[in-house]
């Protein structure tokens, strides 16, 4: 069984101490491919070191929608060049209207700003969307995406919701919160985007599986998402593994050892 983790964030404070050893287990259950993403300015570095010390890990670089605030705009110019040391993706970045600070007023700069270095650069979106797919979507008629597009990362609409994207070439990424199983609307997309279009993802330390609901969540999760997504799926855990591993490869380009 071959895994890859499409968006988490190994190098992330609340897994130092931790990672090597769950790292270990998570290459034991079959997972040879991870994408840690930074989510500030500060943490590009910190995202970077991680990879280059870690085989099987690649790096994406953004500023996450919570984090972004207004000075950081002119700390994008410097963005290209981090990602040009062999990061994988842009991200994670994206839109989030579930929040009231940062207002929309600050997070679309730096979002349009993103997308367009992404496209510039050749690299993929790792993408957090929430409640904000008609803004997304109004972004890329201006500025638009590159080529291939990349991921939602924890996609949770409806397949309403996710035609237009699907439209646009992007991946599906599903996480911990398919474990759950309760969602026809969830596997109803995940149907809707299989083979080509899905992939699969921990976020972790973050939205830990059912079966092991403690925080942080480690990468060896990815299992029970694996597992989950073939129940809904009716497909083979084996199947779904290597399909969603195939899709990572392809749109993230990543060279797994
Ligand atoms: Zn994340």
């Not at 983790?5 to 190098?11: K, P, S, T």
């Not at 491919?33 to 970077?48: K, L, P």
């Not at 997070?107 to 993408?127: D, H, K, S, T």
Request: proline share 9%.
């Amino acid at each position: 069984m071959r895994l890859v983790d499409a968006h988490c964030h190994l190098h992330a404070e609340e897994l130092a101490g931790v990672i090597e050893s769950a790292l270990e287990r998570a290459r034991s259950r079959g997972c040879t491919g991870w994408i840690t993403c930074a989510v500030t300015a500060e943490d590009w570095e910190a995202a970077e070191r991680f990879a280059a010390s870690h085989p099987g890990v690649f790096a994406a670089a953004g500023i996450h929608p919570w984090y972004g605030r207004t000075e950081d705009l002119p700390r994008l110019e410097r963005l290209p060049e981090v990602l040009s040391r062999g990061m994988v993706a842009v991200g994670e970045c994206g839109l989030d209207t579930r929040i009231a600070d940062p207002p929309m007023e600050t997070q679309l700069p730096l979002f349009r700003r993103q997308v367009a270095i992404a496209r510039e650069m050749g690299l993929p979106l790792n993408l957090h969307c929430r409640g904000a797919w008609a803004e997304l979507l109004a972004v890329f008629r201006r500025e638009p995406p590159p080529d291939p597009p990349g991921i939602l990362h924890n996609f949770n609409g409806s397949v309403e919701a996710a035609a237009p994207f699907l439209d646009y070439g992007f991946c599906l990424s599903f996480g911990g919160v398919i474990t759950r199983r309760n969602s026809r609307k969830l596997a109803a997309v995940l149907r809707r985007a299989w083979p080509d279009h899905v992939m699969l993802e921990t976020d972790a330390p973050d939205l830990p599986p059912v079966e092991a609901p403690e925080k942080p969540n480690l990468p060896e999760n990815i299992c029970y998402v694996a597992r989950a997504a073939a129940e809904l799926l009716e497909e083979s855990p084996e199947t779904v593994a290597e399909q969603t591993a195939r899709n990572a490869v392809r749109v993230f380009r990543l060279r797994l050892p």
